[in-house]
């Protein structure tokens, strides 16, 4: 499989139209911030459209002038709260209209993991209520897979 690097915005540009034409599309992200359920630079996503959102959903959207792929914490009417995995504070937010597309799966080698899915759900939920030491396990994480 060829790989490209491209900008972020040419890339964003190209998902939103394929996803809005009904295209489930697949690219590698960059960063940390989805650490542990999502490795950038090494696991694939794959993305679609879905306007029923919820939480604990992955999203790639668009937050001021950048774009992340980060999972809903909370919904309030137009507005979504986000927050990576990988984080230990801090939130987004971006309108309902700003959410370009909803993982479905991560691929990460061989395996695929819906993200939709009772067991990732569950696995989200407890790492969402486990915040509070989140510092920690991200460090014995990244010492263990030399991340």
């Not at 459209?49 to 939480?55: C, F, V």
């Amino acid at each position: 499989m060829e790989h490209k690097v491209v900008s972020n915005h040419i890339l964003v540009t190209e998902i939103d139209r394929l996803v809005n034409e009904g295209t489930q599309v697949t690219f590698v992200p960059k960063g940390n911030s989805m650490l542990p359920f999502i490795r950038g630079g090494r696991d694939s996503v794959v993305l679609m459209k879905d306007a029923d959102l919820a939480p604990l959903d992955i999203v790639l959207a668009k937050v001021g002038k950048t774009y992340v792929i980060h999972r809903i914490i909370k919904i309030d009417g137009d507005r979504i709260t986000l927050m990576g995995d990988g984080n230990i504070c801090g939130t987004e937010q971006c309108g309902r209209d700003e959410v370009i597309a909803k993982a479905v799966r991560i691929i990460k080698g061989k395996k695929q993991i819906d993200c939709t899915g009772r067991c990732h759900r569950a696995k989200a939920s407890i790492w969402r209520w486990l915040l509070p030491v989140r510092r920690y396990l991200l460090a014995i994480y990244r010492r263990i897979f030399k991340y």
